[in-house]
């Protein structure tokens, strides 16, 4: 079992910048991989960005690389990511999430959430 907690959300104006980092705890040694999720209001959740062991990132949209990097310190068992230039659009919850080895398979892991709101 993993358990997963974020920090860093809160309301910002349109341009500010903020920084969310998710601890995680418990079964440390089996993640695989963690990442974080936007659930903007009325819409289906979305992948942010994902990074593995080996620091190697994926983002859900191209488009994102350029306001939104992730980053990972293993020995902190800790993800981050860094939103720069925030807009209204960005407003929701985001998620933490990771996989782990469990028996033979993988397992998906998700934080309680922390809001983002960005006021125009």
């Known amino acids: 079992q993993v358990q997963l907690v974020e920090s860093g959300g809160g309301l910002v104006q349109a341009g500010g910048s903020l920084r969310l980092s998710c601890a995680a705890s418990g079964s440390i040694s089996s993640i695989t991989s963690m990442g974080w999720y936007h659930h903007a209001p009325g819409k289906a959740r979305e992948l942010v960005a994902s990074i593995t062991n080996g620091g190697t990132t994926q983002y859900g949209d191209s488009s994102l690389k350029g306001r939104f990097t992730i980053s990972r310190d293993n020995a902190k068992s800790t993800v981050t990511l860094q939103i720069n230039g925030l807009k209204p659009e960005d407003t929701g919850i985001y998620y933490c999430?990771?996989?782990?080895?469990?028996?033979?398979?993988?397992?998906?892991?998700w934080g309680q959430g922390t809001q983002v709101t960005v006021s125009s």
């Open positions: 999430s990771c996989n782990a080895r469990r028996g033979v398979g993988l397992a998906g892991y």
